[in-house]
């Protein structure tokens, strides 16, 4: 019987061969460093989320974004108050539904985000420094599948 610690044989493990893994940890490895210029803006990750989810965005209905910044929606409604107090986003109700609330980012918002998506930018494009530009455009037209299936 083979020791607990002992290396693997001839096949990898299973997280180093998992999707769902792999994709956590090139989410972590991407994310990481930038965190601190996001903590620097006086931004925790989902204000960050969601304010460059709401930008060069319509209106859109508390529950899309909430899906979209992947968090549930009472957290992100809680949020958007703080958010709404601080002059970043403005609430509306949904002319087509009484029973939602749309959501859109102010100018005051846009100044805020937009210095860290061009920071954004600049950081995934040296995390990516390794692969051609076709390699990304792959990469992520990939991963646009993918989230699309899911």
């Excluded at 949904?94 to 985000?113: F, N």
């Excluded at 076709?134 to 299936?149: D, H, I, P, S, T």
């Amino acid at each position: 019987m083979a020791a607990l610690n002992s290396p693997p044989t001839s096949s990898p493990r299973f997280v180093d061969d998992y999707l769902g893994y792999l994709l956590g940890q090139a989410n972590h490895a991407l994310f990481k460093d930038f965190e601190a210029v996001v903590r620097a803006a006086g931004l925790g990750s989902l204000e960050w989320r969601v304010l460059a989810t709401l930008s060069g965005q319509a209106p859109m209905p508390v529950g899309q974004l909430a899906h979209e910044v992947l968090s549930q929606q009472p957290t992100v409604t809680k949020l958007l108050q703080r958010l709404c107090a601080q002059g970043w986003v403005h609430l509306s109700d949904d002319p087509q539904d009484q029973r939602r609330t749309l959501v859109a980012i102010t100018a005051e918002g846009l100044d805020k985000v937009l210095p860290l998506m061009a920071q954004a930018r600049e950081h995934e494009a040296q995390t990516l420094s390794g692969l051609s530009a076709a390699e990304v455009r792959q990469l992520k037209n990939q991963l646009r599948r993918l989230a699309r299936a899911g």
